[in-house]
T-cell receptor
Framework: GAGVSQTPSNKVTEKGKYVELRCDPI?????LYWYRQSLGQGPEFLIY????????DSGLPNDRFFAVRPEGSVSTLKIQRTERGDSAVYLC???????????FGPGTRLTVT | TQLLEQSPQFLSIQEGENLTVYCNSS?????LQWYRQEPGEGPVLLVT?????EVKKLKRLTFQFGDARKDSSLHITAAQPGDTGLYLC??????????FGTGTRLQVFP
């Protein structure tokens, strides 16, 4: 079956611009996670959704970052006033439930110039 | 939130060699997972270890969990070019997130 998909695969934007990154989880998975991976590092947790609600957003670095999952399926990570330090690969993962194996998408590579 | 340190950071070897990578923490793990990530892809789960002293095997990969559950190792026998990738350890934390280690980047040359 289809895995987790993320669009776009690459995004180049100018400093100060707004970007949206999309995640399509595996059908039926109630849990959805966003991580950020800087070059040469392991992924860092950003936010976790259980259904439509953000159950844990403790990893969001500041209020420029926001994520939604309005219908409990697709999620969008939104970054306002992008900075060069936001450049990274943004990974999305989903799982059947909160303690289950997480399945990762291929990521969106964001470059802020 | 504890810090997971992996060593070595980089490893470059010839096909057929054996290798071991390590994952260490100052705190006790509740459980530990190992992932492999290939370029342009997300991490893929290899194994979960739960019990101190546990050993799991996956073909040529052997995973060990320390008796005190503060460290883990991954040993690869007769490495192949297809083993190339970033190896990550991770701890499931508070049921809702994974805390990843710093990673070991492995390159296996033919």
């Amino acid at each position: 079956g289809a895995g987790v998909s993320q669009t776009p695969s690459n995004k180049v934007t100018e400093k100060g611009k707004y970007v949206e990154l999309r995640c399509d989880p595996i059908s039926g998975h109630t849990a959805l996670y966003w991580y950020r991976q800087s070059l040469g590092q392991g992924p860092e947790f950003l936010i976790y959704f259980q259904g439509t609600g953000a159950a844990d957003d403790s990893g969001l670095p500041n209020d420029r970052f926001f994520a939604v999952r309005p219908e409990g399926s697709v999620s969008t990570l939104k970054i306002q006033r992008t900075e060069r330090g936001d450049s990274a690969v943004y990974l999305c993962a989903s799982s059947p439930g909160p303690r289950d194996e997480q399945y990762f998408g291929p990521g969106t590579r964001l470059t802020v110039t | 939130t504890q810090l997971l340190e992996q060593s070595p950071q980089f490893l470059s070897i010839q096909e057929g060699e054996n290798l071991t990578v390590y994952c260490n923490s100052s705190s006790v793990f509740s459980s530990l997972q190992w992932y492999r990530q290939e370029p342009g892809e997300g991490p893929v789960l290899l194994v979960t270890v739960v019990t101190g002293g546990e050993v799991k095997k996956l073909k040529r990969l052997t995973f060990q969990f320390g008796d005190a559950r503060k460290d883990s190792s991954l040993h690869i026998t007769a490495a192949q070019p297809g083993d190339t990738g970033l190896y990550l350890c991770a701890e499931p934390y508070n049921t809702d997130k994974l805390i990843f280690g710093t990673g070991t980047r492995l390159q296996v040359f033919p």
